[in-house]
Antibody
């Protein structure tokens, strides 16, 4: 059974940094692209970032480009999202999601974690 | 403002059918496959449809979808109370080089 477990969320002030983690199990992690998707409370889904199976290609939403960095450690079956210079509008549940393909641009998210909440407030 | 446009809500009685539209452009739906996701309140999204019209294993055939040009449609037949959820379309936007989702459609079973 595929399992994706996010961690690292919390409450922090604007301008601070935070690193989210996602630990995967139940599948061959390095065979698949991975994504981060966020959802502000009561709002819709927003794709944040994607990474290829071998970290060779990454992509970011315009709203986070230059502030967020996606990475993965295939030896540890883990996905990460380094978030710098956080803004109040970054406050959301952050979901880790597995792609059906090796390439992030397939954008078929066939398994999702339960999400971790990031709150940005002074 | 989402790149893909969906109606905010649709509703129908149990046993009836609903359709949800997803409108995009030549740089997203017009060039790429569309997926659909179901999100029951308080839970993570779940993949319902991928590659325009394919169902993952375990998804009942009451759920179907199609694509034509720059629009896609999700249909749910034999509506059940358990189908009450938010539904999102998603795809790649080739010009922006990002994943994109619709704003979501809330399905209410009357």
């Amino acid at each position: 059974e595929v399992q994706l477990v996010e961690s690292g969320g919390g409450l922090l002030q604007p301008g601070r940094s935070l690193k989210l983690s996602c630990t995967a199990s139940g599948f061959t992690f390095d065979d698949f692209a991975m994504h981060w998707v966020r959802q502000a409370p009561g709002k819709g889904l927003e794709w944040v970032s994607g990474i290829n199976w071998n970290s060779g290609l990454t992509a970011y939403a315009g709203s986070v480009k230059g502030r967020f960095t996606i990475s993965r450690d295939n030896a540890k079956n883990s996905l990460y999202l380094q978030m710098n210079n956080l803004r109040p509008e970054d406050m959301a549940f952050y979901y880790c999601a597995k792609d059906l393909d090796r390439s992030w641009y397939r954008v078929v998210l066939d398994n999702w974690g339960q999400g971790t909440l990031v709150t940005v407030s002074s | 403002q989402s790149v893909l446009t969906q109606p905010p809500s649709v509703s129908a009685a149990p046993g009836q059918k609903v359709t949800i539209s997803c409108s995009g452009s030549n740089s997203n739906i017009g060039k790429n496959y569309v997926s659909w996701y179901q999100q029951v309140p308080g839970t993570a999204p779940k993949l319902l449809i991928y590659d325009n019209d394919k169902r993952p294993s375990g998804i009942p055939d009451r759920f179907s979808a199609s694509k034509s040009g720059t629009s896609a449609t999700l249909g749910i037949t034999g509506l059940q109370t358990g189908d009450e959820a938010d539904y999102y379309c998603g795809t790649l936007d080739t010009s922006l080089n990002v994943g994109v989702f619709g704003g979501g459609t809330k399905v209410t079973v009357l």
